[in-house]
Structures are given as structure tokens and as C-alpha cells.
């Protein structure tokens, strides 16, 4: 925890400190604290207390609400060009200079640190001025299906309980979009507003006028029609749990996918269909069928490439710092979940000997539709971090390679 502010200094602002942090060393510093009244006093403030090392910080309004956290490599640098923002960042650092009565920052080892402290502090406090609570401020969303009692596929940034399945985390654009809706079409499932009633085919009665279906999706044949009793719930569940394993395939088995699974029919036929508009000069719906085979082809890629990070990121991350020697972040199923000195004596291998038998005997459990997304979360920053350096990659060890050296 970090010092908490004096009594009299700061009597409007509950803030109390970023609270704590799995990744703290031993006797590492807690945050520091500026009160913002005026920006030269700031500026001069900044300048001789603010360090040049990697760190978070956070800014604080007068009802002590964190209302922006961000990371950086040289805090002093980052903080510094609040004051002379950007051209792009201008309107952004002048609005939230504008709210901030307080500055608070914590210093860390290094810059993977800070981005991993960065993002569980965003999900913690949630600032109005991150957006969509990422912390590079790139909107991603999930894959969800569910929503019944018609289940179909659709977007969130933030995935209830209650849906069946979650997929991702994705970027929100035009491949995501068009995947969705593609899944939705070609697995014929509906994409109706929430208020329309749905009634399948065994829920009729006898004197029941004629149901119309609710859009043009079931005339063109893409949906089953389950708001017009044209199907059974029977024959719309089989449906989803198509979609289901076609998202579901495992990357191991990627490379030897047969004929009869979803994911090779639904692509294959695709692609017969494509090649097939365009032999009749049918470019438009042969266009419209790339689309769709190219979005699909993206999302299964994406989504295999993550479940590989999260079965690849069980490891040791050594970093040399220049005061402390190599420092161990261990990283499991993707989570970063501790860090400590490199053992140099009997009693510290001793120690990590034990605790890293733990942590290789399985898999983290998740409780719940939060922690899942909040794994998902994490797994991407991490893996993005290494595919960005894939040098520190290749200095990480594995589980067993850290106990032979015990």
C-alpha cells in the first residue's frame, strides 16, 4: 500500500493509494503524490520529485476519484508532456489537467511491469477518461453467444454471465463486424432486436393466426425464422452448437482439420460458392462471399493465436535491473502472478524450488464470467508485449528450465 495523505493536507481527497500490487518487490518505494494548483508550481514540482524510471500514474479529481491511469518508461518525460501535450493530444491532456487536483505515481523495475500494473489498475478503478477501460485506448470487444431463448452471435466490450460463450478479445473494426454478422448468416441464426418474441415451431396452437417472420432474413435464407414458429427449437439449437464448435476447434488441431468438422465445411463451401458467383458474373455476392471467408479465415487465426499464448505463457521472465540484479516475473497460463530476485543462496532456490512445483502442477482455475475476461485481458497485453520484443521472449525460461537451475 502507499503512504496515505496527512490529514490536513489533503482534507477533500479520499484517495488512499493504488492499493496493492501481486508484482511489488520487497521493500520497493510507494506512490508519491503532487496536488495540482498551479501549472508552473507543478512544472518545477514535477522536475524535482518526479524520477526518470518506468512507472504508473494516476490522476486524481477534487471528489478524489481516479479519473485517468496510465504507464511510462521515464515517468518525469510522460508527466512533463501534460504540460506540453501533442497536436493530437491536446484536447485529451488539456481536459483531464483541467479535472485533476492531484497527481499521484508509483516507480516500478521495468516497463512490463508498469503495463501490466497499468491495466489491473484500469480495471480496478475504471477512469472516465481511459478509454473503454484500455489501456492503450484501442476499443476491443468479445465474440459472445447467447441471448436466448434463441441464442445468436454478437459483440461486447463487456460480456455478461449469461452468456453461453466468449471469444477474444478482439479489435473492434470491420473484420470483427463482418465475422459476426457471417456466423450469424451462414449458421442461420437470428439477429433480431431483444423485444421480438420468440415462438418455435412445437410452441404453436391450434388456432393461432399466421406468424410473420419479423425481417427478410428468412426469405433470403439466412435465419431459421425462429420468431415465426418456421423451425423447431430443436433444429436451432443443433445451429448453435455448430457455432460453437466452430470456434471452439483446438489449435493443436489446427493443421489436420477434416472434412467433417464445422470449420472446414463452412470455409470449404465458401469458398466453392465464391468461385462459383464468380464463374456466373455474380460479382457482387462473390465479392460479399470473400468477405465473409476472409473475416471468418481472420477470426479463427485470431483466436488461435491467443489460446496458443495462453498454453505458451507458463514461464519465467528474468529482467536485469541496474540496482537489484535479474528480477523473476512468473507468468502463468498467460498471468503474470509473481516476482522476486533471482534466488542467489540455498534458502531462496529453496523457497523458489517449492513455489514453482506449485505453479507447474496445473492450470489457474477461473470462477467466473469477470475473471475470464479479466485473464483474456491480461493474455493479450502479454503476448502482444512479447510479440512486439521478441528478444525478451527468447530470454524467458521454462518452468523446468528455472528448477534445473535451482
Not at 490529514?7 to 484517495?15: A, G, M, N, Y
Not at 491495466?119 to 436466448?148: S, T, Y
Not at 445451429?239 to 470455409?267: I, K
Request: proline share 7%; charged share 30%; glycine share 8%.
Amino acid at each position: 500500500m502507499g503512504r496515505k495523505p496527512h490529514p490536513t493536507l489533503f482534507p477533500s481527497l479520499p484517495f488512499a493509494g493504488f492499493g496493492g500490487d501481486p508484482l511489488r518487490l520487497d521493500g520497493w518505494p510507494g506512490d508519491e503524490r503532487i496536488l495540482v494548483d498551479d501549472r508552473l508550481q507543478l512544472r518545477v514540482a514535477m522536475k524535482e520529485r518526479c524520477p526518470k524510471q518506468p512507472g504508473i500514474y494516476g490522476m486524481v479529481d477534487g471528489h478524489g476519484e481516479v479519473i485517468y491511469i496510465g504507464k511510462a518508461k521515464r515517468l518525469q518525460t510522460r508527466l512533463s508532456s501534460y504540460l506540453r501535450p501533442r497536436k493530437g493530444e491536446r484536447g485529451k491532456a488539456r481536459r483531464i489537467l483541467r479535472h485533476t487536483r492531484l497527481l499521484a505515481w508509483e516507480t516500478v523495475p521495468h516497463e512490463f511491469a508498469a503495463l501490466v500494473r497499468e491495466l489491473n489498475l484500469i480495471r480496478r478503478w475504471r477512469p472516465r477518461f481511459n478509454i473503454m477501460g484500455q489501456p492503450d485506448g484501442r476499443r476491443r470487444v468479445f465474440l459472445c453467444l447467447g441471448r436466448g431463448p434463441a441464442p445468436y452471435v454478437y459483440l461486447s466490450s463487456r460480456p455478461h454471465g449469461q452468456a453461453l460463450a466468449r471469444w477474444g478479445p478482439l479489435p473492434l473494426g470491420r473484420w470483427t463486424r463482418l465475422a459476426a454478422r457471417a456466423l450469424n448468416d451462414h449458421f442461420r441464426l437470428r439477429e433480431c432486436p431483444q423485444p421480438q418474441v420468440m415462438r418455435f415451431a412445437e410452441q404453436g396452437r391450434l388456432f393461432d393466426p399466421q406468424l410473420a417472420p419479423g425481417c427478410l432474413r428468412f426469405e433470403i435464407g439466412t435465419c431459421l425464422g425462429p420468431c415465426a414458429a418456421l423451425c423447431s427449437e430443436r433444429q436451432y439449437q443443433k445451429q448453435v452448437r455448430q457455432v460453437r464448435r466452430f470456434l471452439d476447434v483446438d489449435v493443436l488441431q489446427q493443421s489436420s482439420a477434416s472434412t467433417n468438422q464445422p470449420e472446414a465445411d463452412l470455409l470449404a463451401f465458401l469458398e466453392s460458392q465464391m468461385i462459383e458467383a464468380g464463374r456466373q458474373q455474380q460479382f457482387e455476392r462473390a465479392a460479399r462471399l470473400r468477405d465473409d471467408w476472409r473475416s471468418l479465415v481472420w477470426l479463427k487465426q485470431r483466436l488461435q493465436r491467443l489460446e496458443q499464448a495462453k498454453r505458451d505463457l507458463s514461464l519465467i521472465y528474468p529482467i536485469r535491473h541496474r540496482s537489484l540484479g535479474t528480477i523473476w516475473y512468473v507468468l502463468r497460463d498467460g498471468q503474470p502472478i509473481a516476482a522476486g530476485r533471482q534466488p542467489v543462496d540455498r534458502a531462496d532456490r529453496a523457497s523458489w524450488r517449492k513455489r514453482l512445483q506449485q505453479w507447474r502442477g496445473g492450470s489457474r482455475s477461473v470462477r467466473n464470467a469477470q475473471e475470464w475476461l479479466e485473464d483474456r485481458e491480461m493474455i493479450w497485453l502479454v503476448a502482444s508485449w512479447f510479440r512486439k520484443y521478441p528478444k525478451e521472449r527468447a530470454k524467458t525460461l521454462s518452468f523446468e528450465q528455472a528448477l534445473k537451475q535451482m
